[in-house]
């Protein structure tokens, strides 16, 4: 009896319930649609955030106690303490490893041009492969640092050649072109001669700096496998309040919470435990404007899936309103043959149950369409089905439904048998 009265409720009022329906579909396909986005995309926008350059500085130890006098720091930029080179492939060890998407080291060198013009030649790497301990061979380098760098020319190779990358603002001043040959004199006196494989135009520091092939600056300056600084892009979790707290004073279980979620203060953590005498520091400026964009890209997503599912349980409460005020005979005949409130009113859940199973399913397939579009136009990527959230989006398909049958239960609970059968 239940099912065929639950039947026929169906058959005799499909237009309206094909209205609750679509809305269920639509709201759960938003949602849906966000969810794939916000799952598939976040590493996308965060990759994207990651080609403004490195978040994490890694430094030697000793360097990072300050030697200032009256603001100024002190220590030549060719003097101080280094790190090895050969350590570097141990970055790909640690617990994120595989957020590390790009590395480079750099050596600086204090030079004078021809005409006693000061200058600071830059030792890194432009395209390096490093063999790692799992077998794999890993790409990295200034160009993968630093992908939205103008370059005009070529990038010089990492062999130990007299190549160099010039900054705009340096060969505009010197008229250099191409493939011209510069004529430096390194501190102590050994003049060297670098040819001009491009003009490299930043905005920053690096339009008024010399790069060179680090392998080559090591050989001229007696620094044989070392370097100064190393740059890190790591790919992260935004910063929340637990991210901030000071390690030391976490409890184990806080600890183990910390160091294994992304966040980059704990992947600065991690670095500096693979290299000896190290300290990395989190470049904050980077960070935060990351955790600000990313943050807020969360926030916008989570609010149109809310306003989606409020106006799915919207549409389901103005049906089912209208469905049991029209169904006021019917009610209280029922109840007038001995029916209790209990199953009318499961019989009404029963209707929205189904309506959110169906709007569920058809909201996976529309919002997994809807994602797939959103992540090629705007993004340029793709999107993989998530089989795992097709309950999710039942479960909240129901849930919207339920909610939005719970108010006219109230009338279904409040109507009198005696009443509305003398009225008609």
């Known amino acids: 009896m239940f099912l065929r009265i639950l039947r026929d409720s169906f058959l005799r009022r499909r237009r309206r319930k094909l209205l609750a329906l679509t809305a269920l579909a639509l709201g759960t396909g ?3 649609a966000t969810l794939s986005v916000a799952l598939d995309i976040g590493d996308q926008v965060g990759r994207e955030l990651r080609s403004f350059g490195a978040n994490i500085l890694v430094r030697p130890q000793a360097d990072t106690l300050a030697l200032e006098i009256g603001g100024v720091d002190l220590r030549p930029l060719s003097e101080g303490s280094f790190m090895n080179e050969d350590e570097l492939p141990k970055l790909k060890t640690i ?7 790009a590395f480079a080291p750099f050596l600086h060198q204090q030079a004078a041009l021809g005409g006693g013009e000061p200058t600071v030649l830059v030792g ?4 390096n492969t490093l063999p790692l301990e799992d077998g794999e061979r890993f790409t990295t380098g200034v160009r993968a640092l630093n992908p939205n760098w103008q370059l005009e020319g070529a990038w010089p190779t990492d062999a130990a050649e007299p190549q160099a990358l010039v900054g705009a603002a340096l060969a505009e001043r010197n008229g250099w072109q191409l493939d011209d040959e510069v004529a430096l004199t390194l501190a102590g006196g050994r003049p060297v001669t670098l040819r001009v494989r491009g003009r490299l135009g930043t905005g920053g520091d690096e339009d008024r700096q010399i790069l060179v092939p680090l392998a080559w600056l ?3 300056s007696g620094r044989e496998k070392v370097f100064r600084q190393l740059q890190v892009s790591a790919l992260v979790t935004p910063e929340d309040e637990f991210a901030r707290r000071d390690p030391g004073r ?5 600890y183990d919470r910390w160091y294994c979620t992304p966040y980059v203060s704990s992947i600065a953590h991690q670095i500096q435990e693979v290299l000896p005498g190290s300290r990395a520091d989190v470049v904050r400026r980077v960070a935060q404007a990351e955790t600000a964009i990313l943050g807020r890209v969360e926030r916008v997503l989570a609010l149109v899936s809310v306003a989606a599912l409020l106006g799915a349980v919207l549409a389901v409460l103005s049906t089912m309103t209208t469905t049991v005020l029209e169904r006021r005979p019917e009610i209280a005949l029922m109840k007038a043959l001995g029916a209790d409130n209990l199953s009318l009113s499961g019989l009404f859940l029963a209707e ?3 309506l959110g199973l169906g ?3 058809l909201g996976y397939l529309g919002g997994l369409a809807g994602a797939r579009w959103i992540a090629h136009s705007v993004f340029g990527a793709t999107v ?3 089989p795992v959230l097709l309950p999710l989006m039942l479960a909240l398909a129901t849930a919207a439904a339920v909610a939005g049958t719970l108010g006219p239960l109230r009338n279904l609970v409040r109507t009198d048998p005696a009443v509305v059968l003398r009225e008609k």
Do not use: S
């Not at 617990?95 to 998407?101: P, Q, T, V, Y």
């Not at 976490?250 to 806080?254: E, G, S």
């Open 95 to 101: 617990f994120w490893r595989h957020h590390i998407l």
């Open 30 to 32: 938003v949602t849906m």
């Open 384 to 386: 993989a089905a998530k």
């Open 250 to 254: 976490m409890t184990p279980a806080q």
């Open 359 to 361: 709007g569920g399913a």
């Open 124 to 127: 890194t790497w432009f395209e």
């Open 218 to 220: 090591q050989q001229v």
């Open 352 to 354: 929205a149950a189904l």
